[in-house]
């Protein structure tokens, strides 16, 4: 119980920076000599839906450690003494967080690369020339 705590409190700090990183970088062109442009977050939708699902994630994995401290001592074992239906409902979780966080942070990456290079067979334009 002790390393699992370990290993969630490290992945909730993990995602949080991640969230916090993305959230609050942003970087500012002078375009002309009076026009500037700032880049954020949320000019691009796959690095909006990144934060929250990170957020999520990790309030996911806190909760799931209160529940899993509380409920460890206020259950009764199954007869053979094993709490087998509790791991496998939290493993299941944990894989579906897992499976949609290696999901959104896929997204962004294939999203970061069409910004920087753009995509010549479907006319779409690099997203990063508006900033430099």
């Not at 309030?59 to 450690?65: C, D, F, K, S, V």
């Not at 791991?87 to 967080?97: G, M, P, R």
């Not at 999203?111 to 479907?122: C, D, K, P, R, S």
Request: net charge positive; proline share 1%.
């Amino acid at each position: 119980m002790r390393i699992e705590a370990c290993l969630r409190v490290c992945a909730s700090l993990l995602l949080l920076t991640t969230a916090c990183l993305v959230r609050f970088d942003s970087q500012t062109s002078l375009i002309f000599t009076s026009y500037s442009r700032t880049a954020t977050f949320r000019d691009m939708n796959v690095l909006f839906v990144l934060v929250f699902m990170d957020i999520a994630a990790a309030g996911y994995n806190l909760i799931q450690l209160v529940i899993r401290g509380l409920l460890s001592s206020h259950l009764k074992p199954d007869m053979g003494g094993s709490y087998k239906h509790l791991a496998w409902l939290s493993f299941l979780f944990d894989q579906a967080v897992v499976y949609m966080i290696f999901a959104a942070h896929s997204a962004c990456l294939m999203v970061a690369v069409y910004a920087i290079t753009g995509e010549h067979h479907l006319f779409w334009m690099k997203l990063c020339n508006k900033f430099t």
